[in-house]
């Protein structure tokens, strides 16, 4: 994390975690918060599956999970290790054996409940499988699937229960000398989830998971994960994170980076700052914001661009950014380069302007970046 001393109001001072790897990702400790997304597509089908994890990591994420819930799943899981870009955890639930047989194929992290898997036999083998393949495990607590001893304990699904949950799994794991872990408390509701992660933030060293499972579609899983994460993340809670929505699985990898990039944890590509438009507006806004948005999705450089309709909020957020425009009379608006009032541009040709003007920028700052690196 890096400080903000002139404006110290913006600082999010992230718990202290150890650290692991899930693949060559680091997670925790002073790692970046990584991005992860799951596949729906049927795992037997590798080419489907495939094509799911290249478009995921195309817009960013950093790990994605992939279901093995039969043998046949757990061979295509092979392949598909082999042809995918990023790191791949391999969900388990119960039979032993799948896991066994992911680590063997080269996941780089098991989701898993060790007290599901069977007697202590049966889990010393999924953790002697997981430490030989150099596969790290998610301990994956779900307020839908708490253990029956402790729903007869607490009376129904709560925090208390989900974090005795994953303290309980952690002992398993510890007991068996194995600490690669890191461990998720995930709930549908937003109060249960946070205060399950308050708490386990506060009970152990581990590494955490964060999600607001099954949040819903695109819409209301956005906004309840941006609340339930977005707090918890504002706290320093939080070293990985999936959105969990009814949606395309690069759709959960753009909400995820939004979320990160709006508390200043993550930067990757170009952050629009702009209007909600009113009878002021210069061009119709909410049209240009939809186009440059999608015009704009190949640059992975971070950098900002403003998009204002007219001149009362105009240049004063064109200040703070990369590339600017206001819509001001005639036609036509003013085109801000790193703060300053450039030139102006019409608006049937502001479009494609923009858009050479944020690649040449992208490439101004790979490019000082990269003599950066050279000095070093």
């Known amino acids: 994390m890096s400080l903000n001393h002139i404006r110290p109001w913006r600082n999010v001072y992230r718990r202290k975690s150890r650290q692991i790897h899930v ?3 680091p997670v925790g400790g002073d790692a970046p918060i990584s991005v992860q997304t799951m596949t729906n597509t ?3 089908d590798v080419a489907a599956t495939v094509a799911q994890v290249q478009a995921a990591a195309e817009v960013g994420a950093d790990i994605v999970r992939v279901s093995v819930p039969d043998e046949a799943s757990a ?3 092979k392949e598909i290790v082999r042809e995918s870009p990023v790191p791949i955890v391999a969900d388990i639930h119960f039979h032993y054996r799948r896991g066994v047989e992911a680590a063997e194929a080269g996941a780089a992290c098991l989701r898993i409940n060790p007290g599901n898997i069977g007697d202590e036999k049966r889990v010393r083998e999924v953790i002697a499988a997981a430490r030989d393949h150099g596969c790290s495990m998610r301990i994956g607590v779900n307020a839908g699937s708490l253990e029956k001893h402790l729903l007869e304990k607490y009376g129904e699904p709560c925090p208390d229960a989900m974090v005795e949950s994953g303290m309980e799994h952690m002992r398993i794991l510890q007991d068996n000398d194995f600490h690669e872990f890191k461990i998720s408390v995930k709930a549908s509701d937003v109060f249960m989830a946070a205060a399950a992660y308050q708490q386990l933030a506060e009970a ?3 590494p955490i998971h964060l999600g607001i499972t099954e949040a819903g579609g695109l819409m209301s899983g956005t906004i309840k994960s941006s609340i ?3 707090n918890l993340l504002w706290m320093g809670i939080g070293d990985t994170l999936r959105v969990s929505l009814s949606a395309d699985p690069v759709e959960e990898v753009k909400v995820g980076y939004e979320i990160l990039k709006s508390l200043g944890l993550r930067h990757r590509g170009v952050n629009i700052i702009s209007c909600p438009s009113c009878a002021r507006q210069g061009f119709d806004v909410i049209k240009t914001v939809e186009t440059l ?3 704009l999705e190949h640059i992975k ?10 001149v009362v909020n105009g240049p004063g957020e064109a200040l703070m950014t990369d590339v600017g425009f206001t819509g001001g ?3 036509s608006g003013m085109v801000y380069l790193a703060g300053k009032a450039s030139h102006k541009m019409t608006n049937d040709q502001m479009i494609d302007h923009i858009v050479e003007q944020v690649e040449k920028r992208a490439e101004e700052i790979e490019a000082g970046e990269a003599e950066a690196t050279a000095a070093e």
């Not at 450089?301 to 007219?310: A, D, E, F, N, R």
């Open 42 to 44: 049927d795992t037997t």
């Open 75 to 77: 061979k295509a899981l």
């Open 204 to 206: 152990c060293d581990a």
């Open 293 to 295: 948005e999608q015009r």
């Open 301 to 310: 450089t971070p950098m900002s661009l403003s998009i204002i309709g007219c």
């Open 228 to 230: 339930g994460m977005g």
């Open 23 to 25: 693949g060559n990702v």
């Open 329 to 331: 009379g005639a036609g």
